[in-house]
């Protein structure tokens, strides 16, 4: 359960007393800020596509009573975590958060949590990224009463600045997607200290240490996808897993413009993550049928070069990429401009050969003062081996670049923010996120046996309603583990893996039966929560699409040709709520 990643902590294990408990010491407050953006970082990966969030609590007489962080998509906001672990000490409380709330299901349970709980000061981080909920937590607190003390605005000194840079880093992914178009990417090699990733061979194992090599397994873990180029699959054949012991599992994505790969590799196999294989169009069609075959899904490009192909991965929702790509491809990524960090591991071996590849390619430069300087770079000694990492990019500045919806109707009170025809969902980043079968709303749908059972989302009751009434007990067992799991992003990843592998244990009539499944569920969930009902009834009027780029069913695809059936119920059920309204007022009138 979600709990488990709340934190009681009692006076005897973690206190801090100031010189006056009464006073909110400037270091106190950021230190429980650094506090709160360490502990979001603790589910770094699982998250995506929300940002990371920790909450601490700590009383007036300087004492942490409550820690949370959000652990998934789909489950508890950190603030309410926090406030659940310190009960009734959060009266009077100040509660320290790395980023400002930001909830885009149509409701306000953070900033409720905190207030109901009777916090009276808030400390925040940064405000949120995105423009359509940036200030409304803040606003909102402050209409309560409390105290909010804004780092950068309300709090300003280089030790502030200190702070605010690491709220700024536990969500750097986030940030850059507010302000770009392009996934946050890394780019990791390994070389000898001569300069040289492989031997003239061609032969690359191992040039780092086993140390090293579990770093970068949890870069991997970190990301949301890991990005190789053709080379490398014809080369080393790697498997490019997490190896972290389960959870968080990033796709895999291969660029070839040649299409010119072995039938046999490592990344066809997709009994434990999908792999994407993006091409130039037109290239080997009888390969990409082949690759089809193995459930590889392929996509193609009229000219193939990384700006387009990360713009198209931050449309399908990706908020971080790991390249471990070679050296033409990383030149080709790094020209483009779509490389922010760079991870480099030195290993203390000398290979030598003038034809022996180097981990990045040619960019054309020809002095050294065209040499690209790397920003805030760190050395970390990792067994035998130097890791040095740093930045190609600066860290984007939000605070002058995304108005609030205040200020742009202060600017232009024509200017109608939102407002549409068609209204486009997905994730968090959506205005209207709650439409979404992943949004965390717990509801109460019956059994086999009519017995109601609550469901912690829709995902959730759709992904097991794949396996019952199955006589089997492996079927039983997948429900209750997808009845159990942590999050929806996991029931999902748990009922397709299933199906993938163990295609006998679906019922044999789901294909008839999805689309009810989900029509009743999306019903209950809308029925249950005013909030949510009143959002869909707004919305009378506009088209709503389901703006996955990769969901052919339930989505309407990257170029509109989905089928969007999840908007199509939202709408049958919008239709069907407004005419039972429409009835019922009739009734009213002819009573009277």
């Not at 970390?380 to 990492?389: A, C, F, R, V």
């Not at 200020?407 to 549409?420: L, M, Q």
Request: proline residues 5%.
């Amino acid at each position: 359960m979600a709990l488990s990643f709340a934190v009681v902590a009692s006076s005897s294990s973690i206190m801090c007393k100031a010189i006056n408990a009464n006073n909110h010491s400037h270091l106190q407050d950021l230190s429980y800020i650094k506090r709160a953006a360490l502990i979001s970082d603790k589910s770094a990966g699982f998250t995506s596509p929300h940002p990371n969030f920790g909450c601490v609590i700590v009383t007036p007489s300087v004492e942490v009573v409550g820690e949370g962080y959000l652990y998934a998509q789909g489950t508890k906001p950190a603030e309410v975590l926090a406030v659940e672990a310190a009960g009734e000490r959060c009266r009077g409380a100040t509660a320290y958060v790395n980023m400002e709330p930001g909830d885009c299901h149509g409701d306000d349970t953070a900033v409720s949590a905190l207030v109901q709980a009777g916090i009276t000061r808030a400390v925040i981080g940064m405000r949120h990224p995105l423009q359509h909920l940036r200030g409304n937590a803040i606003r909102a607190l402050r209409s309560q009463g409390l105290q909010v003390d804004v780092l950068g605005e309300d709090m300003q000194s280089k030790l502030v600045e200190e702070a605010r840079k690491a709220c700024l880093l536990v969500n750097l992914p986030f940030v850059h997607r507010a302000a770009s178009r392009v996934p946050f990417s890394v780019l990791k090699y390994a070389m000898t200290l001569d300069g040289k990733i492989a031997a003239s061979s061609g032969h690359a194992a191992w040039i780092s240490s086993k140390l090293s090599r579990n770093r970068v397994f949890e870069l991997r873990g970190r990301s949301d996808a890991i990005i190789v180029g053709g080379n490398t699959v014809r080369r080393d054949n790697p498997r490019l897993t997490a190896r972290h012991g389960g959870g968080h599992m990033p796709i895999r994505i291969v660029l070839s413009q040649s299409l010119d790969l072995p039938e046999e590799a490592n990344l066809w196999d997709l009994s434990d993550v999908s792999t994407v294989v993006v091409t130039q169009r037109g290239a080997r069609r009888s390969f990409q049928r082949y690759l089809a075959s193995k459930g590889v899904e392929v996509v193609e490009f009229d000219i193939l070069n990384p700006r387009d192909v990360m713009e198209y991965f931050h449309d399908r929702g990706y908020l971080s990429i790991l390249w471990e790509c070679g050296g033409t491809l990383a030149a080709s990524a790094i020209s483009s401009g779509v490389i922010h960090k760079v991870f480099a591991f030195v290993a203390p071996k000398i290979i030598g050969g003038k034809n022996a590849p180097s981990p990045v390619g040619e960019l054309g430069m020809v002095e050294m003062s065209q040499a690209l300087d790397l920003i805030d770079v760190c050395f970390e000694q990792i067994g035998p081996d130097m890791l040095i990492s740093g930045f190609l990019q600066p860290i984007p500045d939000l605070t002058p670049t995304i108005p609030s919806e205040d200020e742009t109707f202060a600017i232009d009170p024509t200017v109608a923010p939102f407002e549409t025809s068609i209204i486009f969902f997905y994730k968090t980043w959506d205005l209207y996120g709650a439409f979404s079968n992943f949004s965390p709303h717990p509801i109460q749908m019956p059994d086999e046996d009519g017995n109601y059972v609550t469901w912690f989302s829709v995902e959730h009751y759709y992904q097991a309603n794949k396996f019952i009434g199955v006589s089997n007990p492996l079927a039983q067992d997948c429900i209750d583990k997808i009845k159990s799991a942590k999050s929806p992003e996991e029931a999902a990843r748990m009922g397709r893996l299933t199906q993938r592998r163990q295609p006998h244990l679906v019922r044999s009539d789901w294909e008839s039966v999805k689309i009810d499944v989900m029509y009743r569920a999306l019903k209950c969930k809308f029925s249950i929560y005013p909030h949510l009902n009143s959002m869909l009834l707004s919305t009378a009027g506009s088209v709503l699409v389901e703006a996955s780029p990769h969901d052919l069913f339930w989505g309407g695809r990257r170029d509109g040709e989905g089928l969007n059936y999840l908007g199509r119920l939202l709408m049958k059920l919008r239709s069907e709520f407004l005419g039972e309204s429409s009835a019922a007022s009739e009734n009213t009138c002819i009573a009277l």
